[in-house]
T-cell receptor, first 113, second 114 residues
Framework: GQQLNQSPQSMFIQEGEDVSMNCTSS?????WLWYKQDPGEGPVLLIA?????ELTSNGRLTAQFGITRKDSFLNISASIPSDVGIYFC?????????????FGKGTSLLVTP | DVKVTQSSRYLVKRTGEKVFLECVQD?????MFWYRQDPGLGLRLIYF???????EKGDIPEGYSVSREKKERFSLILESASTNQTSMYLC?????????????FGPGTRLTVT
């Protein structure tokens, strides 16, 4: 599968700050997803995006499916200590390419009180 | 809520041993997946299954096999464990073909091969 380019690799912020991270691909994707992984646990699905230009929120999290279909963004507003973890983007070209997801390498987020 | 469970959280095995990792999901999902996660490499797909007794190779199937005899259970088998198979193994499932990408993960098994 294709590796996605996710940035930044890590972020160290203060509680209350907003956070932005993004993911890019060299090819077009039909689906973008964002996961969060807590230490020692499996990833948890946060947001799924299926349409170019789509903007979807889940509480303080907002994700967008880029209009070019080659990128996606995740924003976290007013961060809190429990936002700490690794955030992964994942994408898929389409069912013709099978069921497997392509993952980014993750953005590690640290939040200080 | 979807529940994906894995048989062990931590496992230590010796080189050459046959290792079984079990995964069970309780939501009648059609698709099940096995990934390994390594620092700096992210998640890589080993095998997946979209139906009972069906399996497909992922990106890194060498050294692994799988078994899906029942819909809710997907097993990963390391035929002869090697030290380069020390890793975090994650199982995931998704409901059907239309929602194949909304994958729900188990807590992971951290395998150490000595």
């Amino acid at each position: 599968g294709q590796q996605l380019n996710q940035s930044p690799q890590s972020m160290f912020i203060q509680e209350g700050e907003d956070v932005s991270m993004n993911c890019t691909s060299s090819s077009i994707f039909n689906t973008w997803l964002w996961y969060k992984q807590d230490p020692g646990e499996g990833p948890v699905l946060l947001i799924a995006l299926y349409k170019a230009g789509e903007l979807t929120s889940n509480g303080r999290l907002t994700a967008q499916f880029g209009i070019t279909r080659k990128d996606s963004f995740l924003n976290i507003s007013a961060s809190i200590p429990s936002d700490v973890g690794i955030y992964f983007c994942a994408g898929q070209p389409g069912l013709d390419s099978g069921y497997a997801l392509n993952f980014g390498k993750g953005t590690s987020l640290l939040v200080t009180p | 809520d979807v529940k994906v469970t894995q048989s062990s959280r931590y496992l230590v095995k010796r080189t050459g041993e046959k290792v079984f990792l079990e995964c069970v999901q309780d939501m009648d999902h059609e698709n099940m997946f096995w990934y390994r996660q390594d620092p700096g490499l992210g998640l890589r797909l080993i095998y997946f299954s979209y139906d009972v007794k069906m399996k497909e190779k992922g990106d890194i199937p060498e050294g692994y096999s799988v078994s899906r005899e029942k819909k809710e259970r997907f097993s990963l088998i390391l035929e002869s464990a090697s030290t380069n198979q020390t890793s975090m193994y994650l199982c995931a499932s998704s409901f059907d073909r239309l929602t194949a990408y909304e994958q729900y993960f188990g807590p992971g098994t951290r395998l150490t091969v000595t």
